[in-house]
């Protein structure tokens, strides 16, 4: 409990913003800035196709209201749809860069991987690759070599463009269409970094593969786009970790993330996210809207969302499964925390397509303050998926005057098939504190005991190296949000 | 030493126990009365369950204990068992009294800790597992009071108020439970107060006072243990 109360002082350790000398476009979103975009980027024509078409459909659609959220109208033109560190290349990261990273914990390993130090003792077996992203590009992906050993690709989506036309060409889209939403669409515009990866057949990947985001720059979006595939009787654990500065302006990110897993594939994709969630006035944080889509395309495949989310001032987030295959399995396991001004819409969509299809999804919201929490959901077994079923827990835990609202809808069209639903709401018990107080626990971490309890089925859904860290964010973010 | 003067107990108002000047020094103390007096009321007030109002003074080892939060009289050496303590899912009772220990500042070292606790539950009867188990979680009444006792041997406070912990024992655990209260004690300057209508703890346990709480709202303490005897006789009206 040290370590928490040590960091009692600062509820948002990872609001401090870095003094780097960038290349910024100036703020607007027109044609013109789009295909600047994917000139500097030095993209093949497909790709600012792709962008332009995307572009031309945003003029005919309005952003979505049907969500639990309240903001300020989102002003596109005033922002600048591009902000990246000058460095010519990648052994020459500005300290300050490097500096940022070490302030954010990004382990040391890690660390030392960016600085080109790979590994000093051939006896470590590195358990992490990380690629970051500041602001709108990737500054370092580590352990390429030793991922290429095994066929793996992993590299940021602008090298991947360059290097792998053929495979992103094959899959950019192929999940979230350009015209899916508003914020899908507006990523396909203009979106400027984030992770690809390929596991080739039959390749278990070696280690965690990890994508740290970065939001520096103010008044600037991020758009980042991410892309993987598992090939057959492949396996891949990937995990995403986000912060940005504490600005008193909203930053606004809308990124796209395509999962494909095919024949017996597995693709095991965690998330901690925490983003600036804004003061405790609601002034500032990031609007957060994001589209998370996963396809088993192929039988007897696999994905599995795991997110922790703590951060943004608003959540419009969705990962879904697509269960195209027969006997694919789709899983969602989510723990969202809000506090003060927060708010937070968030589910999931299980679309069962084959027979045999599986899902599980298992929601813990926890609301603190004036914060809404929303559980939205749909799970929806088609004509052919036969003997399909799908399990859902939705528990909520309130304290203050927060709001917890569970949306689940379920469309079932095929009378072979099982969905069950279990749902849970509840303010915090103030039995359980006073119980735990009467042992010697103070407030904040009697609060903190029940709330890890309440959470404890997702996180242990997370892989282990990151669990530590999920749970202590979780500490950090009760503190601020306790008496 | 707990001390309280024109201690009073209200809820919503209404007072359940009233004016109570009653002292515990180290030593054993039983609580009678009939059903419905407030004999867990008048433990969960010293422990400061927010659902209670009170009035007067309560001193305890030299401190004011009303002005304290439940925590702090938790830290300063007080322990009340629960009739009915509450589950708390996905906290296992091992990472529980780890908590709780590290808080009260007891310092030992967790495989040390491990070890005590596992003896502890085995003394019990509750199974090598018990450790891993949720918090009070599908846990029955037995149980539920066992583990209590667990914490009593854990935490080791100066003074435990044992709300009728004999209740849903076998005859079997009651020998433990007796043999563990006796050590509690033996271990000196402890003050045990036990709330209990179970002949054969009170007599084994010898007490130095007797307390008795009316259907009035009253207290009165006294030395001469007979007291009890002739309740444990003939009832409350005989």
Redesign the interface.
């Given at each position: 409990m040290t370590e928490v109360s040590k960091l009692a002082d600062n509820k948002y350790t990872a609001g401090f913003s870095t003094q780097t000398d960038t290349e910024d476009f100036e703020p607007g979103l027109t044609e013109d800035i789009v295909k600047r975009l994917s000139a500097i980027k030095d993209e093949p024509e497909w790709v600012t196709e792709f962008r332009l078409k995307a572009f031309a459909h945003l003029q005919t659609i309005k952003e979505p209201t049907w969500a639990h959220v309240n903001y300020a109208p989102i002003d596109y033109q005033a922002l600048s749809y591009y902000s990246a560190p000058k460095f010519r290349n990648k052994d020459e990261i500005p300290p300050e860069i490097l500096e940022t990273f070490d302030k954010l914990g990004v382990p040391l390993h890690e660390r030392d991987a960016l600085l080109g130090i790979e590994t000093k003792d051939p006896n470590i077996i590195p358990t992490v690759a990380v690629d970051v992203v500041f602001d709108s590009v990737s500054i370092a992906t580590t352990f390429q070599k030793e991922l290429k050993k095994h066929g793996i690709i992993f590299c940021s989506i602008s090298e991947a463009i360059q290097e792998h036309p053929e495979l992103v060409k094959e899959y950019l889209g192929s999940v979230i269409p350009a015209k899916d939403n508003y914020f899908a669409c507006l990523n396909s515009a203009v979106f400027t970094d984030g992770t690809f990866c390929y596991i080739p057949k039959g390749v278990k990947c070696p280690m965690e593969l990890n994508t740290y985001f970065r939001i520096n720059a103010r008044n600037t979006g991020q758009f980042e786009r991410t892309l993987i595939i598992a090939d057959a009787d492949s396996y891949v654990s990937y995990l995403e970790g986000c912060t940005a500065p504490a600005y008193d302006e909203n930053t606004l990110h809308a990124a796209v993330v395509e999962l494909v897993t095919h024949d017996r594939a597995e693709i095991k994709y965690s998330t901690v996210q925490n983003w600036y969630p804004g003061d405790e006035n609601g002034v500032g944080g990031v609007l957060n809207f994001v589209t998370k889509r996963g396809l088993c395309k192929g039988e007897s495949s696999k994905i599995s969302w795991t997110q922790v989310e703590t951060g943004s001032a608003v959540t419009w987030k969705y990962p879904s499964c697509i269960l195209r295959g027969d006997n694919s399995v789709g899983e969602f396991y989510s723990v969202a925390v809000t506090k003060g001004k927060q708010m937070a819409d968030t589910g999931t969509k299980m679309l069962h397509v084959g027979k045999n299809t599986k899902s599980t999804i298992i929601s813990k919201g926890i609301s603190f303050g004036d914060s809404s929490n929303t559980y939205r959901g749909q799970v929806r077994i088609g004509k052919k998926a036969h003997n399909s079923r799908n399990y859902t827990q939705c528990d909520s835990l309130m304290l203050d005057n927060s709001k917890a609202i569970t949306i689940p809808v379920v469309s079932q069209h095929n009378n072979t098939s099982i969905v069950e639903h279990e749902a849970s709401a509840g303010k915090l018990s103030e039995e359980a504190l006073y119980y735990l107080q009467s042992r010697g626990l103070d407030e904040e971490n009697a609060v903190s005991l029940v709330v890890n309890g309440f959470c404890k089925d997702v996180f242990q859904k997370l892989p282990l190296e990151f669990a530590a860290e999920a749970n202590q964010l979780l500490n950090v973010t009760l503190e601020g949000a306790v008496g | 030493m707990l001390v309280t003067q024109e201690f009073t107990i209200k809820v919503d108002n209404e007072t359940i126990l009233n004016d109570m000047t009653l002292e515990y020094g180290p030593g054993v103390h039983v609580i009678m009365g009939p059903n419905g007096v407030g004999k867990s009321t008048f433990a969960h007030a010293l422990?400061?369950?927010?659902n209670y109002e009170t009035e007067g003074a309560v001193e305890f080892n030299g401190k004011d204990l009303l002005s304290m939060?439940?925590?702090e009289?938790?830290?300063a050496g007080l322990?009340?068992s629960?009739q009915a303590?509450?589950p708390?899912?996905?906290?296992s009772n091992f990472?529980?009294i780890k908590?709780?220990m590290?808080?009260?500042n007891k310092n030992q070292s967790i495989k040390e800790n491990l070890s005590t606790f596992r003896q502890s539950a085995n003394d019990l009867g509750l199974g090598s597992e018990w450790d891993k188990k949720?918090l009070n979680v599908e846990a029955s009444g037995g149980e539920k009071k066992k583990n209590e006792l667990i914490?009593l041997d854990m935490?080791d406070p100066q003074t435990a108020i044992l709300d009728e912990p004999d209740s849903g024992l076998d005859i079997d655990a009651i020998k433990i439970l007796v043999e563990k209260l006796r050590a509690f004690v033996d271990k000196g300057d402890k003050t045990l107060i036990i709330v209990s209508h179970y002949a054969e703890l009170i007599t084994k346990l010898n007490p130095d006072t007797v307390t008795i709480l009316d259907k009035k709202g009253n207290a009165k303490q006294t030395e001469d243990i007979q007291v009890a005897y002739d309740i444990l006789e003939n009832g409350f009206n005989g």
């Open positions: - | 422990m400061g369950n927010p939060e439940t925590y009289r938790a830290r322990f009340i629960f303590p509450t708390i899912e996905g906290l990472q529980f908590q709780a590290t808080s009260l949720q914490q935490l």
